[in-house]
Protein backbone atom coordinates (compact mmCIF):
# COMPACT_ATOMS: atom_id res chain seq x y z
CA UNK A 1 0.00 0.00 0.00
CA UNK A 2 1.68 3.25 -0.95
CA UNK A 3 1.60 6.44 1.59
CA UNK A 4 -0.97 8.16 -1.34
CA UNK A 5 -3.66 5.29 -0.39
CA UNK A 6 -2.80 5.55 3.07
CA UNK A 7 -3.79 9.03 3.41
CA UNK A 8 -6.99 8.74 0.94
CA UNK A 9 -8.29 5.57 3.22
CA UNK A 10 -7.39 7.52 6.37
CA UNK A 11 -9.70 10.61 5.24
CA UNK A 12 -12.28 8.22 3.77
CA UNK A 13 -12.64 6.95 7.09
CA UNK A 14 -12.70 10.07 8.75
CA UNK A 15 -15.40 11.50 6.51
CA UNK A 16 -17.39 7.90 7.20
CA UNK A 17 -17.36 8.58 10.68
CA UNK A 18 -18.63 12.06 10.64
CA UNK A 19 -21.54 10.76 7.99
CA UNK A 20 -22.64 7.96 10.26
CA UNK A 21 -22.48 10.32 13.38
CA UNK A 22 -24.86 12.66 11.60
CA UNK A 23 -26.85 10.27 10.43
CA UNK A 24 -29.26 10.34 13.21
CA UNK A 25 -32.01 12.99 13.63
CA UNK A 26 -31.31 13.92 17.67
CA UNK A 27 -27.99 14.21 16.99
CA UNK A 28 -28.37 17.30 14.30
CA UNK A 29 -30.73 18.51 16.28
CA UNK A 30 -28.17 18.80 19.38
CA UNK A 31 -25.77 20.03 17.04
CA UNK A 32 -27.34 22.55 15.94
CA UNK A 33 -28.68 23.39 19.39
CA UNK A 34 -24.94 23.72 20.33
CA UNK A 35 -23.80 25.79 17.63
CA UNK A 36 -26.93 28.43 17.68
CA UNK A 37 -26.49 28.67 21.71
CA UNK A 38 -22.71 29.33 21.09
CA UNK A 39 -22.09 28.05 24.69
CA UNK A 40 -21.34 25.19 26.97
CA UNK A 41 -24.66 23.26 27.80
CA UNK A 42 -25.70 20.68 30.87
CA UNK A 43 -26.91 17.25 29.57
CA UNK A 44 -30.01 18.45 31.52
CA UNK A 45 -30.42 21.46 29.46
CA UNK A 46 -30.38 19.90 25.70
CA UNK A 47 -32.78 17.47 27.41
CA UNK A 48 -35.03 19.51 28.02
CA UNK A 49 -34.61 21.30 24.11
CA UNK A 50 -34.44 17.96 22.04
CA UNK A 51 -37.59 16.29 24.32
CA UNK A 52 -35.79 13.05 24.58
CA UNK A 53 -34.87 10.54 27.68
CA UNK A 54 -31.22 11.60 29.25
CA UNK A 55 -29.38 8.49 28.90
CA UNK A 56 -30.45 8.62 25.04
CA UNK A 57 -28.75 11.72 24.83
CA UNK A 58 -26.10 10.95 27.13
CA UNK A 59 -25.29 8.37 24.18
CA UNK A 60 -25.72 10.60 21.33
CA UNK A 61 -22.91 12.78 22.99
CA UNK A 62 -20.20 10.30 23.69
CA UNK A 63 -20.88 9.46 19.97
CA UNK A 64 -20.70 13.12 18.56
CA UNK A 65 -18.03 13.57 20.78
CA UNK A 66 -15.84 10.93 18.82
CA UNK A 67 -15.74 12.41 16.30
CA UNK A 68 -15.21 16.08 18.00
CA UNK A 69 -18.39 17.69 16.75
CA UNK A 70 -18.56 18.83 20.42
CA UNK A 71 -16.38 18.62 22.90
CA UNK A 72 -16.66 17.88 26.77
CA UNK A 73 -15.71 19.79 30.09
CA UNK A 74 -15.89 19.73 33.70
CA UNK A 75 -17.04 22.29 35.67
CA UNK A 76 -16.98 21.63 39.52
CA UNK A 77 -19.09 18.08 39.89
CA UNK A 78 -20.90 19.26 36.64
CA UNK A 79 -19.97 18.23 32.72
CA UNK A 80 -20.70 20.63 30.26
CA UNK A 81 -20.83 20.13 26.14
CA UNK A 82 -20.34 22.91 23.62
CA UNK A 83 -19.82 22.65 19.65
CA UNK A 84 -16.73 22.42 18.23
CA UNK A 85 -16.34 24.96 15.92
CA UNK A 86 -13.53 24.45 13.96
CA UNK A 87 -15.15 20.90 12.94
CA UNK A 88 -18.84 22.75 11.89
CA UNK A 89 -16.38 24.98 10.03
CA UNK A 90 -14.29 21.58 8.45
CA UNK A 91 -17.56 19.88 7.29
CA UNK A 92 -18.74 21.12 4.27
CA UNK A 93 -15.25 21.05 3.29
CA UNK A 94 -15.57 17.74 3.61
CA UNK A 95 -19.06 17.69 2.25
CA UNK A 96 -17.73 19.29 -1.17
CA UNK A 97 -14.62 16.63 -1.31
CA UNK A 98 -16.48 13.35 -1.38
CA UNK A 99 -18.92 15.57 -4.30
CA UNK A 100 -15.72 15.84 -6.25
CA UNK A 101 -15.62 19.54 -5.63
CA UNK A 102 -12.34 19.98 -3.60
CA UNK A 103 -9.23 20.25 -4.18
CA UNK A 104 -7.11 16.46 -4.89
CA UNK A 105 -4.83 15.16 -2.48
CA UNK A 106 -1.17 16.88 -2.56
CA UNK A 107 1.25 14.84 -5.00
CA UNK A 108 3.32 14.02 -2.10
CA UNK A 109 1.32 13.44 1.08
CA UNK A 110 3.88 11.60 2.69
CA UNK A 111 5.57 15.00 3.33
CA UNK A 112 2.72 16.39 5.27
CA UNK A 113 2.03 12.93 7.06
CA UNK A 114 -1.72 12.56 7.44
CA UNK A 115 -2.44 16.17 8.83
CA UNK A 116 -5.59 16.26 11.31
CA UNK A 117 -8.90 17.12 10.45
CA UNK A 118 -9.56 18.86 13.25
CA UNK A 119 -7.54 20.43 15.92
CA UNK A 120 -8.34 19.38 19.40
CA UNK A 121 -7.40 21.11 22.33
CA UNK A 122 -7.21 17.75 24.30
CA UNK A 123 -9.46 15.85 27.18
CA UNK A 124 -11.20 17.01 29.59
CA UNK A 125 -10.35 14.82 33.32
CA UNK A 126 -7.37 13.06 32.56
CA UNK A 127 -4.72 13.45 34.58
CA UNK A 128 -1.26 12.30 34.16
CA UNK A 129 1.47 10.72 36.69
CA UNK A 130 4.48 8.61 36.83
CA UNK A 131 3.40 4.86 36.24
CA UNK A 132 3.93 2.97 40.45
CA UNK A 133 3.76 -0.67 40.98
CA UNK A 134 0.70 -0.89 41.99
CA UNK A 135 -0.43 0.54 38.65
CA UNK A 136 0.67 -3.44 36.99
CA UNK A 137 -2.90 -4.95 37.30
CA UNK A 138 -4.38 -2.30 35.57
CA UNK A 139 -1.66 -1.97 32.68
CA UNK A 140 -2.01 -5.63 32.10
CA UNK A 141 -5.76 -5.50 31.69
CA UNK A 142 -4.77 -2.34 29.31
CA UNK A 143 -2.89 -4.58 27.03
CA UNK A 144 -1.75 -8.34 28.65
CA UNK A 145 1.48 -7.78 27.11
CA UNK A 146 2.23 -5.27 30.30
CA UNK A 147 5.32 -3.53 31.05
CA UNK A 148 9.07 -5.61 30.62
CA UNK A 149 12.16 -5.12 32.00
CA UNK A 150 13.69 -3.38 28.60
CA UNK A 151 11.19 -0.30 28.80
CA UNK A 152 12.79 2.96 30.09
CA UNK A 153 11.84 3.92 33.93
CA UNK A 154 11.65 7.77 33.58
CA UNK A 155 9.52 7.30 30.13
CA UNK A 156 6.66 5.17 31.47
CA UNK A 157 3.41 6.86 32.34
CA UNK A 158 0.01 6.04 32.69
CA UNK A 159 -3.50 8.21 32.02
CA UNK A 160 -5.88 7.76 34.97
CA UNK A 161 -9.83 9.44 34.97
CA UNK A 162 -9.39 12.14 37.41
CA UNK A 163 -12.47 11.33 38.78
CA UNK A 164 -12.62 7.49 39.52
CA UNK A 165 -8.85 6.76 39.52
CA UNK A 166 -9.46 4.26 36.83
CA UNK A 167 -6.19 3.65 34.62
CA UNK A 168 -7.24 4.50 30.57
CA UNK A 169 -4.04 4.05 29.59
CA UNK A 170 0.04 4.04 29.40
CA UNK A 171 2.82 4.73 27.27
CA UNK A 172 6.48 3.30 27.29
CA UNK A 173 9.70 3.47 25.56
CA UNK A 174 12.58 1.29 25.07
CA UNK A 175 16.36 1.63 23.51
CA UNK A 176 16.63 0.51 19.99
CA UNK A 177 20.34 -0.02 20.68
CA UNK A 178 22.83 -0.48 23.54
CA UNK A 179 25.31 1.46 21.17
CA UNK A 180 26.53 5.04 22.65
CA UNK A 181 25.78 6.52 18.70
CA UNK A 182 22.16 5.55 19.64
CA UNK A 183 21.79 6.44 23.20
CA UNK A 184 19.17 9.24 21.91
CA UNK A 185 16.84 6.99 20.56
CA UNK A 186 14.03 5.05 21.89
CA UNK A 187 11.06 2.94 20.15
CA UNK A 188 7.61 3.51 21.99
CA UNK A 189 3.76 1.87 22.89
CA UNK A 190 0.68 3.52 23.71
CA UNK A 191 -2.14 1.74 24.74
CA UNK A 192 -5.67 2.83 25.33
CA UNK A 193 -8.21 0.57 27.26
CA UNK A 194 -11.12 0.43 24.73
CA UNK A 195 -13.93 2.00 26.78
CA UNK A 196 -11.22 5.43 26.73
CA UNK A 197 -10.76 5.26 23.13
CA UNK A 198 -11.91 8.68 20.99
CA UNK A 199 -11.58 10.86 24.48
CA UNK A 200 -7.94 12.02 24.07
CA UNK A 201 -6.14 9.79 26.18
CA UNK A 202 -3.66 8.97 23.50
CA UNK A 203 -2.83 12.22 22.73
CA UNK A 204 -2.35 13.00 26.57
CA UNK A 205 -0.05 9.78 26.85
CA UNK A 206 2.07 10.85 23.86
CA UNK A 207 2.43 14.47 24.61
CA UNK A 208 3.81 12.95 28.31
CA UNK A 209 6.37 11.06 26.49
CA UNK A 210 7.56 13.90 24.31
CA UNK A 211 8.12 15.72 27.21
CA UNK A 212 10.48 13.34 29.14
CA UNK A 213 12.34 12.01 26.46
CA UNK A 214 13.14 15.53 25.25
CA UNK A 215 14.17 16.53 28.92
CA UNK A 216 16.39 13.80 29.12
CA UNK A 217 17.74 13.91 25.71
CA UNK A 218 16.61 11.46 23.71
CA UNK A 219 16.43 13.04 20.07
CA UNK A 220 14.69 10.48 18.48
CA UNK A 221 11.48 8.40 18.88
CA UNK A 222 10.32 6.05 16.82
CA UNK A 223 7.44 3.00 16.22
CA UNK A 224 5.93 0.43 13.62
CA UNK A 225 1.96 0.99 13.16
CA UNK A 226 -0.20 -1.33 11.50
CA UNK A 227 -1.42 0.50 8.09
CA UNK A 228 -5.20 -0.07 9.41
CA UNK A 229 -4.54 1.75 12.66
CA UNK A 230 -5.36 4.97 11.11
CA UNK A 231 -6.63 6.40 14.24
CA UNK A 232 -2.77 6.07 15.89
CA UNK A 233 -1.40 6.99 12.34
CA UNK A 234 -3.02 10.17 12.79
CA UNK A 235 -2.56 10.78 16.15
CA UNK A 236 1.61 10.54 15.86
CA UNK A 237 1.34 13.11 12.78
CA UNK A 238 -0.61 15.60 14.97
CA UNK A 239 2.38 15.21 17.37
CA UNK A 240 5.48 16.17 14.87
CA UNK A 241 5.82 12.03 13.58
CA UNK A 242 6.68 11.40 9.82
CA UNK A 243 5.84 8.38 7.93
CA UNK A 244 9.46 6.99 7.29
CA UNK A 245 8.81 4.04 5.18
CA UNK A 246 6.28 0.75 5.00
CA UNK A 247 7.46 -2.69 5.55
CA UNK A 248 6.21 -5.04 3.96
CA UNK A 249 4.90 -8.75 5.58
CA UNK A 250 7.42 -7.54 8.02
CA UNK A 251 5.00 -9.34 10.94
CA UNK A 252 3.07 -12.49 11.30
CA UNK A 253 -0.08 -11.37 13.76
CA UNK A 254 -2.76 -14.19 14.49
CA UNK A 255 -1.09 -16.30 11.46
CA UNK A 256 -1.49 -13.42 8.77
CA UNK A 257 1.26 -11.51 7.72
CA UNK A 258 0.87 -8.08 8.03
CA UNK A 259 2.98 -4.93 6.60
CA UNK A 260 3.80 -2.25 9.22
CA UNK A 261 4.23 2.30 8.55
CA UNK A 262 7.46 2.94 10.42
CA UNK A 263 7.35 6.60 11.96
CA UNK A 264 9.84 8.80 13.95
CA UNK A 265 9.74 11.90 15.65
CA UNK A 266 13.38 13.92 15.63
CA UNK A 267 13.14 16.35 18.53
CA UNK A 268 14.08 20.00 17.42
CA UNK A 269 15.90 20.51 20.82
CA UNK A 270 17.05 17.38 21.84
CA UNK A 271 20.80 16.30 20.50
CA UNK A 272 20.86 19.20 18.11
Known amino acids: MSTAELAARAEAEDYAAWFRALADGTRVKIVSLLARHGRPMKVAEIVAAVQVGQSTVSQHLKVL ?39 PLPDHPEQEFLPPLLPFPGPIGLGIRPMLPADAEQVLAV ?42 VVEHSVYVAPEARGRGVGAVLLGALIDSTEAAGIWTIQSAIFPENTASL ?4 RHGFRV ?7 G ?12 ERRSARAGS
Open 65 to 103: AAVRFVLAERRGTARYYRINAACVNSFPTAAALVGGLAA
Open 143 to 184: YRAGLDAGRLPGHRHVATDEETGELLGWVAASPVSSRTAYAG
Open 234 to 237: RLHG
Open 244 to 250: VGIRERI
Open 252 to 263: CHHGRWRDVVLV
